[in-house]
């Protein structure tokens, strides 16, 4: 139902006198009731018709309308009509003016409703966008890349999203692979493989004489710096084992496949199988 269902252009001075008929019922409770009630609702719609106009949306939901109870309701109108008739101009207006009432305190409730969820929504919206704020800050002070630093005796550096590089350990290392929360990378200086643990810069040695490596799931493969053969072991430095007896070199990784070079070509071999084809 739209707002200009009702015209409320009456004159509030004459409210009164639409139940004033004669001077012997001036003392009816009923009907000093029924004055009472009328004009308040009256003004009431007076004052929220100037809050829409001034779109005084906030002040207009807090507008306390006039409550009568059905049974209040009947016995008003019930006189009304006893003294005025069925049809008269008091008992029309009488009624009017209640759905007049009806009407903005519908108006006014589904308002309220819609200004809480609108709350609600805000309210969800802000911790959600709260919450992002803060998982970036995290993962800003938190997300490190570590990188081997070419140009300082290939040491290995971090850098923390919003810090300074900062030199995480001074040995000439190559072949630098995080694999969960450790570092694993062979030393220039010894051809050992180490695991550095990304909590504790403290160096752990897996294996010596080792010329390159890479990781796939729980397992390091290497060529052996000594015979050149292909191994390997698992991610803790345990149970080594001979995977390829021929020289080879040039090891890499294509998804759960190793990939190195031999003197009769490049081979593929797939892990699971521990099979070697030709590429």
């Known amino acids: 139902m739209p707002d200009n269902t009702f015209d409320n252009d ?44 001034k779109k005084a949306n906030r002040k207009l939901e807090e507008v306390q ?10 016995e008003i109108t019930q006189k009304l009509i006893s003294i005025y008739g069925k049809d008269s101009m008091q008992v029309k207006k009488w009624t009017e003016q209640l759905e007049k009432i009806e009407f903005y305190r519908t108006a006014q409730k589904k308002a309220v409703k819609k200004r809480k969820r ?7 919206l802000c911790a959600v966008l709260m919450l992002i704020v803060i998982g970036i800050v995290f993962f800003a002070v938190n997300s490190t890349t570590y990188y ?32 969960k929360s450790y570092l ?5 200086e010894d051809n050992k493989l180490y695991r550095l643990s990304t909590k504790h810069n403290n160096p752990e040695p897996l294996k ?26 698992s991610v803790d430095g345990s149970a080594e084992e001979k995977l390829y007896d021929e020289p080879c070199d040039k090891l890499n990784t294509d998804g759960k496949k190793l990939i190195f070079e031999t003197a009769e070509g490049e081979k593929l071999m797939n892990i699971k199988s521990l ?5």
């Open 118 to 124: 609108q709350v609600l929504i805000m309210q969800i």
């Open 208 to 233: 010596e004489s080792v010329a390159e490596f890479r990781i796939i799931d729980k397992y390091i493969y290497y060529v052996s710096a000594a015979d050149k053969n292909l191994y390997r072991i």
């Open 10 to 53: 009456f004159e509030t001075g004459n409210i009164f006198d639409v139940f004033e008929q004669n001077n012997a019922r001036e003392n009816d409770s009923d009907l000093d009731e029924a004055r009472e009630l009328y004009a308040t609702m009256g003004f009431q719609m007076e004052y929220t018709d100037a809050l829409k106009e």
């Open 65 to 74: 309308f006039v409550e009568i109870d059905a049974q209040k309701n009947f």
């Open 275 to 279: 099979r070697v084809m030709e590429q």
């Open 148 to 179: 081997i630093n070419q140009g300082d005796y290939k040491y290995i550096y971090k850098k923390t999203l919003l810090g300074q590089p900062e030199c995480y350990q001074d040995v000439s290392a190559s072949g630098l692979i995080k694999h």
């Open 184 to 188: 694993y990378y062979k030393s220039d």
